[in-house]
């Protein structure tokens, strides 16, 4: 599997224009929560810090909330999009690892707003709630979409008490790691920025192929 992320170059200038947008106004909103508290800012205020009007804010974020926990509603659609499209001889983890290739392939450039957003979360817990809500629901599409791809039929609507769908444990267990690997992958580089972003997400999709067998101990480690 080639082992760089996807370029912007790969996408329509529509697609990133639309996503350099949206990564504009989520940056302005983790600064100025930084800086004043997300209670006091305003979708006045970010829009403005970002260069768009308010009416467009909400062409990108459905809340004042979203844009603070830079929550992209269109994320998992286009992940269910690629795992779905992507070709029929890569493993699920394969297929899952390349399409959340593309989507973070611009992470390197918002290295301060990535180290700036566990501040904003760590001071609201009503932020902190609402990342969890939104990656649950994105976790369950990916979950579809890779229960899709192995050849289940995955009812639209929930069947179990909890409200979820009948995708299968295996499908359910990929996507929820899936997500812990880019949670990890993005903690670490902000801790280790001198080591290129891809270089650590390839690595940790790498030991998750790997079956995440334990490391060797160094010599005389232990003595």
């Not at 947008?21 to 929560?33: F, I, K, S």
């Not at 006091?40 to 809340?63: H, K, L, Q, W």
């Not at 690997?181 to 790997?210: I, K, M, N, Y």
């Amino acid at each position: 599997m080639q082992r760089v992320m996807e370029s912007g170059a790969a996408l329509g200038l529509r697609e990133r224009k639309k996503r350099a947008t949206r990564a504009a106004l989520g940056e302005a909103a983790v600064r100025l929560a930084v800086e004043h508290g997300a209670e006091n800012v305003t979708v006045e205020m970010i829009s403005e810090a970002a260069g768009v009007s308010p009416r467009t804010f909400f062409n990108y974020f459905a809340s004042h909330d979203d844009a603070f926990a830079m929550i992209d509603a269109d994320l998992g659609p286009r992940v269910t999009r690629a795992v779905l499209a992507a070709p029929a001889a890569l493993s699920p983890l394969e297929a899952l690892r390349a399409a959340l290739a593309a989507e973070l392939a611009d992470v390197e450039s918002q290295s301060e707003v990535w180290t700036l957003l566990p501040v904003v979360l760590e001071r609201s817990p009503r932020l902190f709630a609402r990342v969890m809500t939104a990656q649950a629901g994105q976790e369950q599409e990916l979950a579809r979409a890779i229960a899709v791809r192995l050849g289940r039929e995955v009812p639209e609507a929930p069947v179990d008490v909890c409200g979820g769908q009948d995708t299968g444990l295996y499908a359910q267990l990929l996507a929820g790691v899936a997500g812990t690997a880019v949670r990890v992958s993005v903690g670490h580089w902000c801790s280790h920025p001198e080591t290129p972003f891809a270089e650590v997400f390839h690595e940790v999709f790498d030991q998750l192929a790997a079956g995440l067998t334990a490391p060797l101990a160094p010599a005389g480690a232990g003595r």
